[in-house]
């Protein structure tokens, strides 16, 4: 099987419909999304967890990432404890609309 071309992928996530958008979300600073409220899901245990993006400003600055926000708003209410560090937590989800 032949590899594609890194031009090939290049573009392949360039296009809207690959999501690439949600990425660029995810790893943007709080000051700069546009959006009036921020989700953000758990794929363990089917939380969802929302913040209107001022509050999320105020409560942890204008330069904090989305994507280390919203681990920190899931993992401050995880109900998912089992004693290992490597088990414990959420696996968040950034593509909540």
Same mark, same amino acid.
């Given at each position: 099987?032949? +590899? &594609?071309?890194? #031009?090939? !992928?290049?573009?392949?996530? #360039?296009?809207? +419909? %690959?999501?690439? =958008?949600?990425?660029?979300? /995810?790893?943007?600073?709080?000051?700069?999304?546009? +959006?009036?409220?921020?989700?953000?899901? &758990?794929?363990? &245990? =089917? /939380?969802?967890?929302?913040?209107?993006? %001022? $509050?999320?400003? /105020?409560?942890?600055?204008?330069?904090?990432? !989305? #994507?280390?926000?919203?681990? /920190?708003?899931? $993992?401050?209410? &995880?109900?998912? +404890?089992?004693?290992?560090?490597?088990?414990?937590?959420? !696996?968040?989800?950034?593509?909540?609309?």
């Amino acid at each position: 099987m032949e +590899r &594609c071309p890194p #031009k090939y !992928w290049e573009s392949v996530l #360039k296009d809207p +419909r %690959a999501g690439a =958008d949600g990425i660029r979300m /995810r790893n943007r600073r709080l000051s700069e999304i546009p +959006r009036h409220v921020l989700r953000v899901a &758990c794929r363990r &245990c =089917d /939380r969802t967890v929302e913040i209107q993006t %001022a $509050d999320a400003v /105020r409560l942890f600055g204008g330069n904090a990432v !989305w #994507k280390d926000v919203g681990q /920190r708003l899931l $993992d401050d209410t &995880c109900r998912q +404890r089992t004693g290992s560090h490597e088990d414990d937590g959420c !696996w968040p989800a950034f593509d909540v609309p």
